[in-house]
């Protein structure tokens, strides 16, 4: 079975810029969730989509958003970036009636 | 609020010691406690997780203790060999609709395996 993908896999943005990334989750998972990673604050849940509904959401102001597909792929969109939201972004599926979480690769974005 | 506290930020081991992380945690709701593996460049690998109702679970040469009145568990890598250099992360949730998906995350430790 494939492992989940993200694309795409490294970014370069400009301050004030919007961006969007794409998660496709393993064959059969319905549940989606987004993670940023930086040096400073480690990994930090944004939020968390099942069966195309938000059920969960991290701190994050409201630039953060996303969306789930009805083939379980997944967006996120940040708004108005700041050069702090420079990060590893990672999505990560699961089946959604057990636990684990396996995670993608992630995208790289940098904010100049 | 740092809910999961991980220690030590890193660690050096020679090949074939036992290197052990450990976690400690604050919030008695947590019920689910996984150990990611993360090479560089790539996301985060599930390792072995474990529930409060199990002291101890093992799988191949990782072990994960409990201690759930000490809201503590930890790590072990037996036989540690240079390709498990790599950063680990423990990590907790909380049961129940989306909950169970968002995870708390330890700051990580930084593994080095010397040959």
């Known amino acids: 079975k494939a492992g989940v993908t993200q694309t795409p896999r490294y970014l370069i943005k400009t301050r004030g810029q919007q961006v969007t990334l794409s998660c496709s989750p393993i064959?059969?998972?319905?549940?989606v969730s987004w993670y940023q990673q930086t040096p400073g604050q480690g990994l930090q849940f944004l939020f968390e989509?099942?069966?195309?509904?938000?059920?969960n959401k991290g701190n994050f102001p409201g630039r953060f958003s996303g969306r789930q597909f009805s083939n379980s792929r997944s967006e996120m969109n940040v708004s108005t970036l700041e050069l702090g939201d420079s990060a590893l972004y990672l999505c990560?599926?699961?089946?959604?009636?057990?636990?684990?979480?396996?995670f993608g690769p992630g995208t790289r974005l940098t904010v100049t | 609020q740092q809910q999961v506290k991980q220690s030590p930020q890193s660690l050096i081991v020679q090949k074939g010691g036992i290197p052990i992380i450990n976690c400690a945690y604050e919030n008695t709701a947590f019920d689910y406690f996984p150990w990611y593996q993360q090479f560089p460049g790539k996301g985060p690998a599930l390792l072995i997780a474990?529930?409060?109702?199990?002291s101890e679970k093992k799988e191949g040469r990782f072990t994960i203790s409990f201690n759930k009145s000490a809201k503590q568990f930890s790590l072990h890598i037996m036989d540690s060999q240079p390709g498990d250099s790599a950063t680990y992360f423990c990590?907790?949730?909380?049961?129940?609709?989306?909950?169970?998906?968002?995870?708390?995350f330890g700051k990580g430790t930084l593994l080095t395996v010397n040959p």
């Open positions: 989509y099942f069966s195309e509904t938000q059920r």
């Open positions: 990560a599926s699961s089946l959604g009636d057990r636990r684990e979480q396996y």
């Open positions: 064959s059969g998972h319905r549940s």
């Open positions: 474990i529930r409060p109702d199990v």
């Open positions: 990590a907790a949730s909380i049961s129940g609709g989306g909950s169970n998906y968002k995870l708390t």
